[in-house]
């Protein structure tokens, strides 16, 4: 019994020590159940809004609805804790939420106040249910649709009811209106060419499109937001172009293919859903080529801009860069062909001209003579005119050739002068080496091919010539001449005849004459040399007709022969006495041949004499002497020969005086030889014969002829092959169009004219300025044919002087 009561009263007391904790947590549990919401809406923000968009009138969304924890009821905590104070504890529940979650959505109110009905769909819930079970591991789905008829924000709530309480979460549905969206494609630079001229320069760029968010509708028109130039001539500096205005277009955007222009369209460019097109940008006058890069930008009403680069590049012709450069090549064979061929030949035609006129002023007022002479230097000079006119011999003139006139002129004026004093004197008084001299100046001025030094030397000895002095000198020395063969004569024939006429006749003469040039008297003393030399002439006449009328004859000579001999000599000397009224020198000479024919035919005899003696010769001293004789008759002859008929009369003497010496030796061949020889001795055989420097006598040897220069024709211009100067312009252009396009292959790949931003007037310029560069530097290539010719062409070597 008392283990019966004592039991209740310890089940009371532990009662009572559990039913306190067991109240304070029944009093937590219901506040922290509203404290901490235990469902939560995916995607709702801090504030527990729900925002959603769509671009389309029906509305259809699916939201997921979360359970974050699982809440308990009272009293299965008091239960836990009784069991728990107990030494038990019960096992908790799985995480679902009991009695589930009813999802209600209220209706969307418009901005304008309108309510729109929104059909709320649990699709874990049974059919026609709107309450679903949800645990923290299977959330609930809610399919909302509806239909927003207008633009803009529709506001509402979404209730979720369960066991433990009711969560409210704000609904924000906004309707976007459907735009399309629209991408650029990547495209690359566009280029364009600047044209042939001056005017401003229009270009094109083609920026491809795509619509990408599959939506029908417009764009607006494009905008060019900015446009920037990178000039060929300005390196990488960036300038703000200067252009007159800028177009839009579709491309393939009108009904017939063509082009449609949207710059001015109001309401914008239609794109079509995943639909694509090209937008053509045409940019019109623009500055000049060079690089412009740019951005266009494209606006789509309630949608965001597309922007979009591009490069143009803008560049010239390179046909034009091609004949800047043969501009510049065939300026600079202008340059060069006016410096070196046009203007030279012009100014060494002003040369010609006034050289032609001074040589006039030089003519006029001369003699007939010296008229002629100046004649012939006007023609050379209108020679040297005529030929510089010429195309092609033209540049064979050169200053040289012009230079040569100077000389020629300055020698023609002192052969004038000298030419004029000599004319002014006699005849008899000219002196023949002044005589000489201009004649030989004379021929030097009538040839066109005088070297300029000999022009010079004889212009040097013509200023030193004194015609007076000359004169006097010219007596002077025949009157020596004279004088000296008359001393010869007398110191060889001692007190003969000869002797004898020629110191009471001859010397006296020679005398006075020596008297009168004393005194200057130069007339005087030519009228007493003359009568001196007729003289002298007379006295060897006489002694030589003396000698052939001799009746005795010599050896070897028959009185027929000797008759003949004698008539022969005697006509002779009539005819030199016949002809020394006129001219003593060609008497002169008559009697000298006459005298060659009288001892030639002595020298003949006397070496008939000599064989015949040589055959009766009976010793070898005597055959010795008589070849003795024999060569002193041989160096006769060669004196003969050579026109020295006194000196071969001297060795005839000599050969009959060894002949005499060696006869002597035999009394027959004595006999023999004074049969031979006639009464009257061997002196009386031949006269007294005068050296041969006797006056006007002697042979003038010519002078040897001048070398040839075989030289010479290798540098002769005519020569060469060449083109008549009638083609002689088409060969010229031939060169020059070949040449100059190889400059022009050069400058096109050096200068980069195919680049497509080259052009601008620094590039013009250089292209320009590379031809006429290149051809200036190349100097002989542009040339031409005439240029290669006076290269190739040697001047002419001028003769040896004589």
């Known amino acids: 019994m008392h283990l019966t009561c004592a039991r209740p009263a310890v089940i009371h007391a532990a009662w009572g020590l559990v039913r306190l904790p067991a109240l304070l947590l029944l009093l937590v549990l219901p506040w922290r159940a509203g404290a901490e919401p235990a469902l939560r809406v995916a995607g709702a923000s801090a504030s527990n809004e729900v925002k959603l968009r769509t671009a389309s009138e029906d509305f259809r969304h699916v939201l997921r609805v979360d359970l974050l924890s699982a809440p308990q009821a009272a009293s299965d905590v008091a239960v836990a804790g009784g069991v728990a104070a107990a030494g038990g504890a019960a096992d908790a529940v799985d995480g679902e939420l009991p009695g589930g979650v009813t999802v209600l959505v209220d209706p969307l109110q418009s901005q304008d106040g309108a309510q729109v009905a929104l059909r709320a769909v649990v699709k874990e819930a049974e059919a026609g249910s709107a309450t679903a079970p949800i645990s923290t591991r299977r959330p609930l789905h809610v399919e909302l649709t509806g239909r927003l008829p207008v633009t803009g924000d529709y506001t509402g709530q979404v209730v979720l009811v369960h066991a433990g309480g009711r969560e409210t979460t704000a609904l924000i549905v906004t309707r976007l209106q459907a735009v399309p969206t629209v991408q650029f494609v990547a495209t690359s630079p566009a280029v364009t060419s600047a044209g042939w001229g001056w005017s401003s320069i229009d270009a094109t760029v083609r920026l491809p499109f795509k619509e990408t968010a599959g939506v029908d509708g417009y764009v607006s028109v494009p905008q060019l937001l900015q446009l920037q130039r990178k000039a060929p001539d300005m390196d990488s500096a960036l300038i703000q172009p200067r252009f007159q205005r800028v177009r839009f277009s579709l491309e393939g955007g009108k009904p017939d293919g063509g082009d449609l222009d949207v710059t001015a369209t109001d309401g914008g460019i239609p794109v079509s859903a995943h639909g694509s097109g090209a937008l053509l940008v045409h940019l019109q006058g623009l500055d000049g080529p060079g690089e412009y890069t740019g951005s266009v930008r494209m606006a789509v009403r309630s949608g965001l801009p ?17 004949l800047l450069i043969a501009a510049g090549a065939v300026s600079s064979f202008g340059v060069r062909l006016y410096s070196q061929r046009i203007r030279p030949r012009t100014l060494r035609l002003q040369r010609a001209m006034e050289l032609h006129r001074r040589i006039q002023a030089l003519v006029s007022g001369q003699a007939a003579r010296a008229r002629e002479v100046g004649q012939a230097l006007l023609g050379q000079v209108a020679g040297l005119a005529s030929e510089i006119r010429r195309p092609v011999r033209g540049i064979r003139v050169g200053d040289d050739a012009l230079a040569a006139m100077e000389p020629r002129m300055r020698l023609y004026g002192a052969w004038c002068d000298a030419s004029r004093k000599l004319e002014a004197l006699p005849q008899e008084l000219r002196p023949q080496q002044a005589s000489a001299l201009l004649a030989e100046v004379e021929g030097a001025l009538r040839a066109e091919d ?17 015609v007076d002095g000359l004169a006097r000198a010219g007596l002077e020395a025949r009157l020596q001449d004279i004088d000296r063969q008359a001393h010869t004569l007398m110191e060889q024939h001692g007190d003969d005849s000869l002797s004898f006429r020629l110191k009471y006749e001859l010397v006296p003469l020679l005398t006075s004459v020596r008297h009168e040039l004393a005194r200057g008297a130069l007339e005087a003393g030519r009228h007493q040399l003359e009568f001196a030399r007729r003289s002298y002439f007379d006295i060897l006449c006489e002694e030589l007709a003396a ?74 001293a005597q055959t010795q002497a008589l070849d003795e004789v024999e060569e002193r008759l041989r160096e006769a002859m060669g004196l003969l020969v ?91 252009l031939g060169v020059l169009a070949l040449l100059t396009t190889v400059a022009v292959a050069l400058g096109l790949q050096l200068l980069n004219v195919f680049s497509p931003t080259w052009g601008g007037f620094g590039a013009g310029m250089t292209a320009f300025l590379w031809g006429f560069g290149l051809h200036q530097v190349g100097n002989a290539t542009f040339e031409g044919i005439t ?16």
Do not use: C
């Open 306 to 322: 597309v922007e979009q680069p591009f490069t143009l590049w803008v560049g010239s012709p390179w046909l034009w860069g091609a």
């Open 450 to 466: 005088t070297a300029t030094e000999q022009m010079d030397g004889s212009l040097a000895r013509v200023r030193e010539l004194d």
């Open 547 to 620: 000698a052939v009328a001799s009746r005795n004859l010599p050896r070897g000579f028959t009185e027929e022969e000797w008759e003949a001999l004698s008539r022969q000599v005697k006509t002779l000397l009539e005819r030199a006495r016949e002809r020394a009224s006129t001219s003593v020198d060609d008497a002169v000479r008559m009697y000298q041949g006459a005298h060659a024919a009288y001892v030639r035919q002595l020298i003949v005899e006397l070496r008939g004499a000599v064989d015949d003696a040589r055959q009766v010769s009976e010793s070898e």
């Open 642 to 732: 050579a026109e020295s008929s006194h000196l071969a009369a001297s060795k005839y003497g000599e050969a009959r005086d060894r002949f005499v010496a060696a006869s002597q030796s035999q009394r027959s061949a004595r006999s023999i030889l004074l049969e031979s020889l006639g009464p009257g001795g061997e002196g009386a055989a031949l006269p007294a014969t005068p050296p041969p420097t006797a006056p006007g006598g002697g042979r003038i040897p010519s002078l040897p002829d001048a070398p040839s220069d075989a030289l010479a024709a290798l540098g002769d211009f005519e020569g060469m092959p060449l083109p008549s100067p009638r083609h002689m312009w088409l060969v010229e």
């Open 787 to 802: 240029g290669l010719l006076t290269r190739v062409e040697r001047p002419a070597t001028p003769p040896p002087a004589a």
